[in-house]
């Protein structure tokens, strides 16, 4: 059994949490973010015919409200979702697809979409 968190029980265990395997999880973790927001890009954009990656976000504007600030208030919302999990020790919704890791994993899109954003005000 690979030790976790909650089973650690000694010295031995913590070895498996070495740098090797901080590199190994790390790649593991961004190539299934990678995966994941792509595929999430498709369905908040409209579909593999829309060309533009921030099209959801863009849409914003139809309400007055800058793309980058309305990412802002999605990310608020994972915030605020971060410290109901840290008051209460539990999410209320926490059906699969819907854990603390998933809300890490999404404010990585988010910031990725954020950093696309800000490339794109560039030019």
Sequence with gaps: MKPNPDNITNETDVVYYDKAWWD???REEV???LKLTSNKNSDYTGGNQCDN????????????????VGL???????????KAFCRD????VNDRGDTTRDIFRDLIGYSLIAIGML?????
Excluded: T
């Design 24 to 26: 190994e999880f790390r």
């Design 31 to 33: 190539e299934a973010i």
């Design 53 to 68: 990656p921030f099209a959801n976000f863009d849409g914003s504007e139809d309400f007055g409200v800058e793309p980058l």
């Design 72 to 82: 802002s208030i999605r990310m608020a919302d994972k915030f605020q979702r971060l």
């Design 89 to 92: 020790g539990k999410l209320s």
């Design 119 to 123: 490339e794109r005000y560039k030019k």
